[in-house]
């Protein structure tokens, strides 16, 4: 049973940072981490291509949040900084079975992932 639990969640200043844990049961190419706001669409915040460590960001996160993998690449991680209100979300961690490089880091949509974590919610207090 593919299994994916996210740590680190809470609540934050604006200006300030969070890290995001995502451990892995599965040990897909393909990790993403997608956010969603109450009324709102499920959205791809970031994507990492683990054999390589290739990585994509949406473009309201980019320069702000990092994806990065640890060595046994079991576990990824979105480091959030200079954090701001709008990012306020519930954060899921997403496994896909997605296996060609470009393909991965263009995957955003929500259905481009197969096995999804609980959430962790993240509130930006401004």
């Known amino acids: 049973q593919v299994q994916l639990v996210e740590s680190g969640g809470g609540s934050v200043q604006a200006g300030g940072s969070l890290k995001l844990t995502c451990v892995s049961s599965?040990?897909?190419?393909?990790m993403g981490w997608f956010r969603q706001a109450p009324g709102k669409e499920r959205e791809r915040v970031a994507t990492?291509?683990?054999?390589?460590?290739?990585?994509s960001y949406a473009d309201s996160v980019k320069d702000r949040f990092s994806i990065s993998q640890d060595n046994d690449k079991s576990t990824i991680y979105l480091q959030m900084s200079t954090l701001k209100p709008e990012d306020t979300a519930k954060y899921y961690c997403?496994?896909?079975?997605?296996?060609?490089?470009?393909?991965?880091?263009?995957?955003?949509?929500?259905?481009?992932?197969?096995?999804w974590g609980q959430g962790t919610q993240v509130t930006v207090l401004s």
């Open positions: 599965v040990l897909n190419a393909c």
């Open positions: 997403a496994a896909s079975r997605i296996f060609w490089e470009g393909q991965c880091l263009t995957a955003a949509k929500p259905s481009d992932f197969d096995y």
């Open positions: 990492i291509y683990r054999g390589r460590g290739l990585t």
